[in-house]
């Protein structure tokens, strides 16, 4: 708790109301945490594994569109509005999270209102990512929008796992499983990769980055 930005900044009296409120919850790869459209009233931090974010789409499949990492905080939005479930969230890999219902949160912020530029900046952040999505979907053809999600999954490690299925990493592309397979194969064949089940190596990133530009 202490490591994500929002709680690190309660002091101890408020940080201990939220810990008798929370949950741990282990969940299995391919579990929907919650789905679109459901109501919304807790809020969670990926301990460990990752989640995905799927927005359904009614002309063409569902669609990754965020992937969340051990640390990063989702399901915010509730605390603002009185709305339903925007996505599905989805374990593509074993998780524990930890569950944390809005009221104490709400009272948290009530009591501090500074701890709201907190939230507006992680609301920031998500606008920016999803700027960042559209216009790569303008600008990045299939070729350089696969290579830039690998760089992203990969971080500074060039040796890693991912944890999707064909059909998840395509959709995290935006794009059919057919052409994001063709791209990966001809990125092995150019040397740029090395794939063998879902363990990945870059050979050559400075080929990757350039084509993710």
Do not use: C, H
Request: glycine share 4%; charged share 30%.
């Amino acid at each position: 708790m202490r490591q994500t930005t929002l709680f690190s900044m309660l002091d101890e009296a408020t940080l201990d109301e939220v810990l008798q409120t929370l949950r741990v919850i282990n969940i299995k790869r391919g579990t929907d945490l919650f789905l679109e459209n459901d109501e919304a009233s807790t809020l969670y931090i990926v301990a460990e594994g990752r989640i995905a974010i799927i927005k359904s789409f009614v002309d063409r499949k569902d669609s990754m569109v965020a992937l969340i990492e051990p640390g990063d905080l989702f399901g915010e939005m509730g605390l603002f509005e009185d709305q339903l479930r925007s996505a599905t969230a989805r374990a593509v890999e074993n998780s524990q999270l930890i569950e944390v219902p809005y009221p104490p949160i709400r009272r948290a912020l009530e009591a501090r209102p500074t701890l709201l530029w907190t939230l507006v900046s992680l609301l920031a952040q998500r606008l920016r990512s999803t700027d960042d999505a559209l216009a790569d979907a303008m600008f990045l053809d299939v070729t350089g929008r696969t290579a830039k999600r690998i760089l992203e999954i990969a971080g500074d490690s060039d040796e890693f796992v991912i944890p999707l299925t064909q059909e998840e990493l395509a959709g995290l592309v935006g794009a059919s499983r057919e052409r994001v397979n063709k791209t990966l194969a001809s990125f092995v064949k150019s040397g740029f990769l090395d794939i063998n089940d879902r363990r990945y190596k870059i050979l050559q990133r400075d080929k990757l980055e350039q084509i993710s530009s």
